[in-house]
């Protein structure tokens, strides 16, 4: 499982530590790539800005997109996400405090996976990550790279 690569998009850094905390707790030991912003995450999936000349064949097996970011909302990412033949079927789960339910809605009509929201508190935070984790990276058939690609 440890060869799958996770994204997770998002800016509140508590929010971030408790979510390295809760995989690393729960041993989803995959490597997780950080993006703070919207356009940190579109960089980094298409391979530009900072990101150009990565490894495109490192395209990650689940996104987990906070909605409220900086200079690109989650919405938005998740609409160029879709838009794009070369990431248009990457799994992507909402992962959200978000309780407007305007954003859970949008959010399926641009085409998430999931709509999540995070709890509060830490155990059931870690367990919520743990079932993401079990579910996206070993339960989940994931359609093949080539076959992303080619669309």
């Given at each position: 499982?440890?060869?799958?690569?996770?994204?997770?998009?998002?800016?509140?850094?508590d929010?971030?530590?408790?979510?390295?905390?809760?995989?690393?707790?729960?041993?989803?030991?995959?490597e997780?790539?950080?993006?703070?912003?919207?356009?940190?995450?579109?960089?980094?999936?298409?391979?530009?800005?900072?990101?150009?000349?990565?490894?495109?064949?490192?395209?990650?097996?689940?996104?987990?997109?906070?909605?409220?970011?900086?200079?690109?909302?989650?919405?938005?990412?998740?609409?160029?996400?879709?838009?794009?033949?070369?990431?248009?079927?990457?799994?992507?789960?909402v992962?959200?405090?978000?309780?407007?339910?305007?954003?859970?809605?949008?959010?399926?009509?641009?085409?998430?996976?999931?709509?999540?929201?995070?709890?509060?508190?830490?155990?059931?935070?870690?367990?919520?990550?743990?079932?993401?984790?079990?579910?996206?990276?070993?339960?989940?058939a994931?359609p093949?790279?080539?076959?992303?690609a080619?669309?």
């Open positions: 499982m440890s060869n799958k690569v996770i994204l997770l998009v998002e800016d509140n850094p929010d971030e530590a408790l979510t390295l905390r809760a995989l690393k707790k729960k041993n989803i030991l995959n997780v790539i950080v993006a703070h912003d919207g356009v940190e995450a579109l960089d980094y999936l298409f391979a530009e800005g900072m990101y150009a000349g990565r490894d495109e064949d490192m395209t990650p097996e689940v996104i987990l997109l906070d909605l409220k970011l900086p200079r690109i909302d989650g919405l938005e990412v998740l609409r160029r996400v879709r838009a794009d033949a070369r990431t248009s079927l990457l799994p992507i789960v992962l959200t405090s978000s309780k407007e339910e305007r954003d859970m809605i949008e959010s399926y009509s641009l085409g998430c996976n999931s709509y999540i929201r995070k709890p509060v508190d830490f155990v059931q935070f870690g367990d919520a990550v743990e079932q993401l984790g079990l579910y996206w990276l070993v339960l989940n994931a093949p790279r080539k076959e992303v080619a669309r």
